[in-house]
Nanobody
């Protein structure tokens, strides 16, 4: 079982930046694809970004392209989400997720989840 713990959320004004971190308990972290999802109040969970096992192949939802960057440091069992030019629409609880590399799919199929970290962007 992989345990994921997010941190780095907070309150920021529009146009500002935050860097989220997710630390995994799995020793062989490179065996997993990692992703970030978010869920705004009253809305369903939304895919944000994903990274392949070495962090080379990256995927983003259209609304965050050019503003958010996902990266990973397998030596530290950590995945990051650098969020720049934040907008009020980015306000949500952000979740880290992971799945074994052999599970097909980029935007779905994740079976390990963190508890979430709140990001609030004021106008």
């Amino acid at each position: 079982q992989v345990q994921l713990v997010e941190s780095g959320g907070g309150l920021v004004q529009a146009g500002g930046s935050l860097r989220l971190s997710c630390v995994a308990s799995e020793r062989t972290f490179s065996d997993y694809r990692v992703a970030w999802f978010r869920q705004a109040l009253g809305k369903e969970r939304e895919f944000v970004a994903a990274a392949s096992w070495r962090g080379v192949a990256l995927s983003y939802t259209d609304s965050v392209k050019g503003r958010f960057t996902i990266s990973r440091d397998n030596a530290k069992n950590t995945v990051y989400l650098q969020m720049n030019s934040l907008k009020p629409e980015d306000t949500a609880t952000y979740y880290c997720a992971a799945k074994p590399n052999f599970v097909v799919g980029v935007r779905d199929g994740y079976n390990y989840w963190g508890q979430g970290t709140q990001v609030t962007v004021s106008s």
